[in-house]
């Protein structure tokens, strides 16, 4: 069973640039959520998606961006980056049915994003 | 206040000790609460599930939810250096489209 990948690890960036990160979800998984963690933090919830919609949005602005494709792979799209946008992005997937609403998230390694 | 507060620490232990983490929150409406293990450089993997109050026990760890007090507790017996890393709670409510909550995490050192 494969589990939850993301591209690229590590990145780095300058003020105002744009950024995509990729993720494919677990095997059988079809709802995808994104975390940003900051250095020192707990995971931040960006936004969950499920047969291809955005199913539900934290406190991030609209340049914070996503997309989930039919294969339930997943992209996170960030325009005019700031320097406080330096984090570790982590995708998590869950699996159909009682999985999906219990919350239950099973973790990519993350991509680890610097802006300068 | 955040929703959900956890001590950072760090808590410092040495090996065979019993290791005790706690959470706090304010939102009632929470139904389920996790554990998650992170290691330094990787992603959060999910330890312990549990739905409502009670108490669950897989192996040398074991979580407890009191749902009156909004507290939530993970033990971990015969410590090892193993399961030095950062102990992430996570907890949300019972509906669909949810957003599944997490403290800041307490960073854990078991010395051997």
């Known amino acids: 069973e494969t589990g939850v990948t993301q591209s690229p690890t590590h990145l780095i960036k300058t003020r105002g640039q744009q950024v995509t990160l990729r993720c494919s979800s677990q095997?059988?998984?079809?709802?995808v959520s994104w975390y940003q963690q900051a250095l020192g933090q707990g995971p931040q919830f960006i936004f969950q998606?499920?047969?291809?919609?955005?199913?539900g949005r934290g406190n991030f602005p609209p340049r914070f961006s996503g997309l989930q494709f039919p294969n339930y792979s997943s992209e996170l799209n960030v325009n005019a980056l700031e320097l406080d946008d330096s984090a570790l992005y982590l995708c998590?997937?869950?699996?159909?049915?009682?999985?999906?609403?219990?919350?239950?998230?099973?973790f990519g390694e993350g991509s680890r994003l610097t802006v300068l | 206040q955040k929703e959900v507060e956890q001590d950072p620490g760090p808590l410092s232990v040495p090996e065979g000790a019993i290791v005790s983490l706690n959470c706090t929150y304010s939102?009632?409406?929470?139904?389920?609460f996790m554990w998650y293990r992170q290691y330094s450089r990787k992603g959060p993997e999910l330890l312990m599930y549990?739905?409502?109050?009670g108490n669950k026990e897989d192996g040398r760890f074991t979580a407890q939810v009191d749902k009156s007090s909004k507290y939530i507790s993970l033990f971990i017996r015969d410590s090892q250096p193993s399961d030095s890393a950062t102990y992430l709670c996570?907890?949300?409510?019972?509906?669909?489209?949810?957003?599944?909550?997490f403290g800041a995490g307490t960073r854990l050192f078991v010395k051997a």
């Open positions: 996570a907890m949300g409510p019972h509906t669909g489209g949810f957003k599944t909550i």
């Open positions: 095997s059988g998984h079809n709802t």
């Open positions: 998606y499920y047969r291809e919609e955005e199913n």
């Open positions: 939102n009632s409406a929470f139904q389920y």
């Open positions: 998590a997937s869950s699996p159909p049915g009682a999985g999906a609403n219990t919350g239950e998230l099973f």
């Open positions: 549990t739905y409502s109050s």
